[in-house]
């Protein structure tokens, strides 16, 4: 099989072999390279100790990246490796590093310490592609499956566990019955590993093409218990919606298919109806309703967030848009789409509106999914046409009304609030002129002598 390489890939794996020395690419790159994908990242493993691939590549940007387990960056203007000697490693009781390391001598030593068989296929233009555990079969059948014995491989690092389920999602593969089992087994582990490390791979796989299987196999796994403990009560819990059967976990799975591919956006579509088991209530005729379902998915959003050790700006993106999902769903009215503009800011209320339209097209009811289109177009519009949504719009500030006698304070902030309503409703009267007439006829009675 022919592999085709970046020309600065091929000269790092030329240099390290005219210095005597073995070098291979390996992992992610050679089973994205099997599959006919173009590979992220380029992964060589070598002979050579780190000072050793110091010295080969004098001439060029080096950097320790991880230097004290093998690693160093090689960088070139075309593009960048990182270059690990052979090793083997203890397990990672931090949850971040490995215990020890040891460097080994052989590739053979290198790929038996690697995760997952489609993760542990070297190659390099001497000898081949070399393929000790299996890896290019498994690709073959969208496998899944440890090197060696899975429970030996997750008790080394139980982050692996989740890296089962990313991979299997966003490759279209399944994971082999005995690796699976022993995630079962095992998966009380990862309450052992780092947040921030669970975080990482949980975000790979809602960013990743096929999210709503990823989170699947997290729970059929029982890995949903230790990484979002909140989302398991909407297991089983009844949607309520007689137009389909789905209970509000498989509302949820449907809901992240349908949301563009934007983190924030898809963590606010994994909350968006979280507070639904805590909301339920009857009215007098015995009808269901989930009154404040959004604020306690809210709640429940940054709960989860700040265990996992989110950055602000996330947590405050999502909170905002499970908060806000619900509000003038059904409403085209342009005003109350003006003023729901400038709640939430200009800046998300596409995100929103992508929200909100994935959950119409999963609760099956066409009048609410013409709805939400019709909400996009007429934001777009408003948008377009520059109407003003807030304060900052108005054609008139405080200084202009302070200019023609009127106090600072409250009742100015009242006033201007006044104006934006009557631009709000009639755009045409944005003019310094027209407003300050408006202020004048309106609020004589806070007009200074």
């Not at 999602?169 to 087994?185: H, P, R, Y």
């Amino acid at each position: 099989m022919i592999i085709d390489i970046p020309g600065f890939v091929e000269n790092i794996l030329q240099r390290l072999s005219d210095n005597g020395y073995e070098a291979y690419l390996v992992g992610g790159c050679i089973r994205d390279i099997l599959m006919g994908r173009s590979p992220k990242d380029w992964d060589i493993t070598t002979s050579a100790m780190p000072d050793e691939v110091l010295k080969a590549f004098y001439d060029k940007r080096v950097v320790a990246t991880g230097e004290r387990y093998g690693t160093v960056t090689v960088i070139y203007q075309e593009g960048k490796a990182e270059v690990t000697t052979f090793r083997s490693e203890g397990a990672y009781s931090d949850g971040r590093h490995p215990d020890w390391v040891r460097f080994e001598k052989s590739i053979e030593e290198d790929l038996s310490r690697r995760d997952f068989t489609i993760n542990s296929i070297a190659w390099n233009q001497g000898e081949g592609l070399i393929d000790p555990f299996g890896g290019i079969k498994d690709i073959g059948q969208g496998l899944i499956r440890t090197v060696g014995n899975p429970e030996d491989r997750f008790r080394e690092d139980g982050l692996r566990m989740i890296r089962a389920v990313r991979f299997a999602a966003n490759l279209g593969f399944s994971i082999d019955k005995l690796t699976l089992t022993a995630v079962e087994q095992l998966a009380g582990m990862i309450g052992m590993i780092s947040a921030e490390r669970v975080r990482e791979e949980l975000f790979k796989i809602l960013i990743g093409p096929n999210p709503s299987y990823g989170i699947k196999t997290m729970l059929e796994a029982g890995l949903i218990k230790f990484v979002l403990p909140e989302i398991l009560a909407t297991v089983g819990f009844e949607q309520n919606n007689p137009h389909h059967d789905k209970d509000v976990f498989e509302h949820t799975l449907c809901v992240l298919e349908q949301t563009p591919d934007t983190l924030h956006i898809r963590l606010a579509a994994l909350f968006h109806d979280a507070g639904k088991p805590y909301s339920y209530t009857l009215d007098d005729e015995g009808i269901g309703h989930f009154y404040g379902h959004n604020e306690k998915g809210a709640e429940i959003a940054v709960k989860a967030l700040k265990r996992l050790r989110c950055s602000n700006k996330i947590i405050k993106q999502v909170a905002l848009l499970v908060d806000y999902h619900m509000r003038h769903y059904r409403s085209n009215e342009r005003s109350k789409l003006k003023r729901l503009i400038g709640e939430i800011g200009k800046e998300n209320i596409f995100d929103l509106l992508s929200l909100q339209k994935a959950d119409a097209m999963c609760k099956k009811k066409q009048k609410l999914i013409a709805a939400a289109a019709e909400m996009e177009s007429t934001v777009r519009d408003i948008i377009i046409k520059n109407e003003p949504v807030n304060i900052e719009d108005l054609a008139i500030n405080g200084d202009d009304l302070k200019h023609i006698g009127f106090k600072p304070g409250v009742q100015m902030g009242e006033i201007l609030n006044e104006l934006l309503n009557c631009v709000i409703e009639e755009p045409g009267l944005n003019k310094k002129e027209s407003l300050i007439h408006i202020a004048q006829t309106k609020c004589t009675g806070q007009i200074t002598d």
